[in-house]
């Protein structure tokens, strides 16, 4: 068992390797298998898999990405283990037929998975890059237009082909 960096939460991860995160009253509030748990800002955090995702806020109560990204228009959804995109009014804008998808970051862009393979779509629902190639990477990637930036003692984009 671990503390959520930051958070009043708690990790435990199973044997087979189900994250199970629980709050500051010690329910369970999530389980995702093969969890990454990734801190957004001091008010969030991320527990993702490339095919599953949830938030918690500071208390580790589980929160809708509408809270944690509220200047966004679209967000990620999933619906029929297939994920798309939805207006904060519920609407449909990206149908759901990814695998996975990833909501939109500050530069405007989220990551889509499609059999496998990786692609980028903006703010508006447009698909910038196709899925067609692959990251090998533990955490979710960031997207710059058809660039991923690589943050480690500086900054980096990537040109993905």
Known sequence: MLKVDGKNAIEAVTADGMGDIYSSELEKVLSIQNAVIEEIDENYTII??????????REGQVVSNLEVYPKNEIFAFEENEKW?????????????????????????????????NW??????????????????????PIFIGQYMLEVSDTY????LN
Not at 156 to 159: A, S
């Open 84 to 116: 798309g995109y939805k207006d904060s009014k519920g609407n449909v804008v990206v149908e759901p037929i990814y695998d996975f998808a990833i909501d939109i970051n500050e530069y405007g862009f989220g990551g889509i998975i499609l059999n496998g």
């Open 48 to 57: 993702h898999s490339n095919s599953e995702s949830g938030y918690i806020n």
């Open 119 to 140: 692609g980028i779509i903006d703010s508006k629902g447009k698909v910038v890059k196709t899925p067609t190639f692959t990251l090998d990477t533990y955490y979710l």
């Open 156 to 159: 980096h984009c990537l040109e």
